[in-house]
Every structure is written in C-alpha cells, then in structure tokens.
T-cell receptor
C-alpha cells in the first residue's frame, strides 16, 4: 500500500507569490490534515479535511487555505508569501480521524526568498 | 502553559541499551490521546505508539513502550535495545477531546543520538 505522497518535495518562491502544495493520502483514508514545521515554532496544526469538509482549523492567517477533493486528495494554498512562511509542510492522513494512527508524508520544504 | 513538554533537547544512548524519552502534558479533558512520532533526517514523521486516556495498560509496539502515568500527566517513551537507526528526532503529541479529529499538539522534540 502506498504511503502519503506529497508534491513537490522542494519549492522555492519569492515574497508576494502564492504557492499550492499537494497531498495524496493513503488509499481509503478520508481524513487529511496539514502541519507546518519551523525551527522556531516547531510543529503546528494548520487544518484538517474530512470528506471534503474542513473539520478543524489552527491559528493561522487567512492566507493559508486548503481544500479536499472527492478522491480525498488535498491541496493547501498560501497566498502573498512572507519570509516567515519558509517551513516544512507535512500532510497526514487517517481513516476517520478519531483515536487512530496518523500517517505522515515526507513533506514539502518551502523556501521563501 | 505548554500543552506538551519535552524537557530533553538532546540525548545520547549506547547501542543496545534502553533509553527513556520524557513527555509531560497538560489538559483538562478527560478524553485524550497521546502519540509518539519519530522524524529521521528525511523529514517524514513515523508513527511509533499511541496511548488513549482510558487505556488501562501501557501501550507497547515492538521495541517501543509507553510509560503512562495519568496522575502525573506523563507519557514517557521507552526504547529497548537501541539501534543506530534509532538516531532521529522524537516528538510527543496529544489529541484532546472527542471532536479534535487529527488536530494534534506537538512538543518541541528530543534529538536522540545512538552511539556505536
């Protein structure tokens, strides 16, 4: 069974641009969540989608958004990039999202110049 | 207050020895779950072990066990017979309540280095 797949693996953008990251969950998994990891703030929850609906949202500005498609694949978008958005963005999936193992992808390393 | 505290930024352990990584948590929810993840240099977070707040027995998964002390709000990870491949960052995380879905709060992590 294939794991959680995130594309692209690395991304370089400049301030003010926007970026879209993609995540394909494990087959059969309906919950997809996104996390941001930085050296200063550590791992922080961004949002979670379940059956195409946002179920939970972390404390991030509106520039961060996401969506989930009917096949459970998810995308997250960051508009008007800032230097502080440079981070490893991790996607995770699980079957339903409650009291279950959460499986992560290898992440997308975003650098904002 | 920090929800998840990992007080050991870095630790060394000799190969084949056991090691304990500390984690304390803070929550007012009666229902919660505690997780440990390993993050090697590749960046992927690897699930190690899960403990539910109502689980009466400590969780075990192969060489990993979780020393769950509810009254003290601690959930320490014990790795037995350390291997060189265990060198990585280790994160403790918590899911609170029944409606949290996959919203986890992570600790700052502990870097474990296994010496040959």
């Amino acid at each position: 069974k294939a794991g959680v797949t995130q594309t692209p693996r690395y991304l370089i953008k400049t301030r003010g641009q926007q970026v879209t990251l993609s995540c394909s969950p494990i087959s059969g998994h309906r919950s997809v969540s996104w996390y941001q990891q930085t050296p200063g703030q550590g791992l922080q929850f961004l949002f979670e989608y379940f059956s195409e609906t946002q179920r939970n949202k972390g404390n991030f500005p509106g520039r961060f958004s996401g969506r989930q498609f009917s096949n459970s694949r998810s995308e997250m978008n960051v508009s008007t990039l800032e230097l502080g958005d440079s981070a490893l963005y991790l996607c995770a999936s699980s079957l339903q999202g409650a009291y279950e193992k959460l499986f992560f992808g290898s992440g997308t390393q975003l650098s904002v110049l | 207050a920090q929800k998840i505290t990992q007080t050991q930024p870095g630790m060394f352990v000799q190969e084949k020895e056991a090691v304990t990584l500390d984690c304390t948590y803070d929550t007012s929810d009666q229902s919660y779950g505690l997780f440990w993840y390993k993050q090697p240099s590749s960046g992927e977070m690897i699930f190690l072990i899960y403990q539910g707040s109502y689980d009466e027995q400590n969780a075990t998964e192969g060489r990993y066990s979780l020393n769950f002390q509810k009254a003290r709000k601690s959930a320490n990870l014990v790795i037995s017979a350390s291997q060189l491949g265990d060198s990585a960052m280790y994160f403790c995380a918590m899911r609170e309540g029944n409606n949290a879905g996959n919203m986890l709060t992570f600790g700052g992590g502990t870097r474990l280095m296994v010496k040959p």
